[in-house]
């Protein structure tokens, strides 16, 4: 997959896509039906932002995406996308008005050839453009566009919010029931206390910044290993919080590979969240903390190789 940043000066060979379009927080069923629609009748693409249009307008507001940019370049990779827009949001592109934006950036300088959007997809200043208007205005420019209907499951509308909550209530397995996939959360390893390693239990530390946290507690995990000579797939109990047993504060996960050995120091993961099995718990002293880790890395390998 191709990665493209700047809509202005695109290589010509990408030109001629056709492309989904919206912000692909997840990627879940309902994005993944738009972007069925796409493909077939040119290359397939995805038009996107980054950063997310809400971190520019509500800088202030609490972290709420579900994948930072390289996890949701990596989902869209496995579903057959060959090019990524991912245009640069900043004031200059959220300033446009819906026409300029489909015929300067859309037509002119992407030159695609067809986009399909949710029905409920708004754009351009103010998101005073509707599903309808870009319709209008592909027929004036020359691409053509597909209005996607919304994705229900037992009655209940797929989103990103939807998704949110789950992950909120400890309920995993419903967040993977919308997002078509486990939820996971992607990223180098990094130099944390090491207290992990002093219990006999290695952790992979990896922050959360940016990024709408899920219950606190610890998870049955599905870890791959991204990058390295030990690249591949392992099982693993991960602690997602604050480590109230060290008065921790700042949101990180920490992660231990069962049966693994080796320095993961640097390398990329991608962590997914399988089952909730406990909340963040205070002990009296280590030997508590320990006996409780081995229970949860058991209860966590029980669950993994069921399935």
């Keep these: 997959m191709q990665i493209h940043q700047d809509w202005q000066w695109l290589d010509p060979a990408a030109r001629g896509a056709s492309c989904a379009m919206g912000n ?14 796409a493909r077939g009748q040119a290359p ?19 972290p709420f995406r579900l994948m930072n940019a390289e996890s949701r370049a990596n ?10 827009f991912q245009l640069p949001f900043n004031t200059t592109l959220a300033g446009l008005e819906p026409e300029a934006f489909a015929r300067d950036v859309l037509a ?67 967040a993977a029931a919308m997002l ?3 939820h996971r959360i992607e990223g180098a390893v990094i130099h944390g206390e090491k207290r992990g390693r002093e219990l006999g239990f290695p952790t992979a530390n990896m922050a959360l910044d940016g990024l709408h946290l899920p219950r606190f507690g610890v998870y049955a995990v599905k870890v791959d290993v991204l990058s390295g000579p030990q690249a591949g797939p392992y099982m693993g109990a991960a602690s997602l919080g604050v480590r ?27 962590v997914a969240l399988v089952d909730y099995l406990r909340p963040e718990m205070k ?6 903390l320990i006996e409780q880790m081995q229970t949860d890395c058991r209860h966590a390998r029980m669950i993994l190789q069921a399935g």
């Design 24 to 37: 692909f927080d997840g990627v879940h069923l309902g994005h993944q039906a738009v972007i069925d629609l």
């Design 44 to 62: 397939l693409g995805i038009v996107t932002f980054e950063p997310h249009p809400r971190q520019v307008f509500a800088p202030e507001a609490p």
């Design 75 to 84: 989902r869209l990779a496995k579903l057959g996308v060959e090019h990524l």
């Design 108 to 174: 002119g300088g992407l030159g695609i050839s067809h986009i399909v959007v949710g029905e409920d997809f708004c754009f351009g200043k103010g998101r005073s453009g509707t599903a309808a208007d870009l319709r209008m205005l592909g027929q004036r420019y020359g691409f053509a566009t597909t209005v996607a209907a919304l994705v229900q499951i037992a009655g209940q509308e797929v989103s990103s919010t939807a998704i949110r909550q789950a992950l909120s209530e400890g309920r995993p397995r419903d």
């Design 180 to 182: 078509g996939h486990w």
């Design 244 to 270: 109230p047993m060290f008065d921790g504060d700042v949101p990180n996960l920490e992660t231990h590979l069962l049966d693994f050995k080796g320095d993961l120091y640097g390398r990329h993961l991608s």
């Design 283 to 288: 002990f009296d002293g280590l030997p508590g």
